[in-house]
């Protein structure tokens, strides 16, 4: 099965920007994650989908403050001007097909602190 | 709005069965592929189960193959999670989660319910 790396942990001042990282495996550098996030007690939500062309696509009242972008196996997703609500755990998926089964995995989550 | 609405969640034995049901409303279900995350307390994200528009295909995670059916009436715009054979490697909040692509596998998820808590225990 494909393995997304994510660090557990992440913090940011109120107002500063952050930086959130998902690697894909190596046999599997070249697909497309996405990006969701959880608050405290609450459902995940869809933030964006990431190409490994780096373009990215938004889901719904997702604000100009989160941008995505790629390099190599890595899926990044950047949020400028951290505020409290952006305190949540943030996980990364990815679609495959192997051997002709198709599923959905998960990073781990990185849990972000605003400081 | 879309929403997402699931039940059918509580406490059951290990080995024993449970039926999950999701009410969507807010959109044409018929024209959305659906699926079911989990997520075990404390714990990541797992993709659970993913059904095409009619219903006609269906694919599921091996931690669960077997086990469980999946199944949709698009008339009464519900989703369906049958579950049997349960442990406690099965307790997780159960998410009903819709997917925007047409693609007949799962790809993305862009509105989830408020979950579903299935406990297995004795």
């Known amino acids: 099965l494909p393995v997304l790396t994510q660090p557990p942990s992440a913090s940011a001042l109120l107002g500063a920007s952050i930086k959130l990282t998902c690697t894909l495996s190596?046999?599997?550098?070249?697909?497309?994650i996405e990006w969701y996030r959880q608050r405290p007690g609450r459902s995940p939500q869809y933030i964006m989908r990431?190409?490994?062309?780096?373009?990215?696509k938004k889901g719904d009242g997702i604000p100009d403050r989160f941008v995505g972008f790629s390099s190599g196996a890595d899926r990044y997703l950047t949020i400028s001007n951290l505020q409290s609500d952006d305190e949540a755990v943030y996980h990364c998926?990815?679609?495959?097909?192997?051997?002709?089964?198709?599923?959905?995995?998960f990073g781990t989550g990185t849990e972000v602190t605003v400081l | 709005e879309v929403q997402l609405v699931e039940s059918g969640g509580g406490l059951v034995q290990p080995g024993g069965s449970l039926r999950l049901s999701c009410a969507a409303s807010g959109f044409t279900f018929s024209n959305y592929e659906m699926n079911w995350v989990r997520q075990a307390p404390g714990r990541g994200l797992e993709w659970v189960a993913h059904?095409?528009?009619?219903?006609?295909?269906?694919h599921f995670a091996d931690s669960v193959k077997g086990r469980v059916t999946v199944s949709r009436d698009n008339a009464e715009n519900s989703l369906y999670l049958q579950m049997s054979g349960l442990s406690a490697d099965d307790t997780a909040i159960y998410y009903c989660v819709r997917d925007p692509t047409s693609h007949g596998s799962p790809q993305q998820f862009d509105y989830w319910g408020q979950g579903t808590l299935v406990a297995v225990s004795s």
């Open positions: 059904i095409s528009r009619s219903g006609s295909t269906v």
């Open positions: 998926g990815e679609s495959h097909t192997i051997g002709g089964q198709v599923g959905y995995v």
């Open positions: 190596s046999d599997h550098s070249t697909y497309t």
């Open positions: 990431v190409k490994s062309d780096g373009s990215y």
